[in-house]
């Protein structure tokens, strides 16, 4: 199964959680769709469940145990 690069995700959703926002799914789908990113990241990203996300931290956490992260 093909997995995401952590540094992808970050680059996609660092900035929200800098902002103070807590993301959710279609959030963080929508700039995965619109931005350049690949198919790993946009895959990722849809495994997660609709819930907002508080952190990075967190965001990392739902992704490692889901196995799509690469690194």
Not at 18 to 41: K, Y
């Amino acid at each position: 199964m093909p997995a995401a690069s952590w540094n992808e995700i970050v680059r996609l959703a660092g900035p929200l959680f800098e902002q103070g926002l807590q993301p959710d799914r279609s959030d963080l789908l929508e700039i995965a769709f619109t931005g350049d990113f690949s198919d790993d990241v946009i895959d990722a990203i849809d495994s997660l469940d609709g819930k907002p996300i508080p952190s990075l931290d967190e965001l990392r956490t739902r992704l490692a145990a889901k196995g799509v992260l690469a690194d």
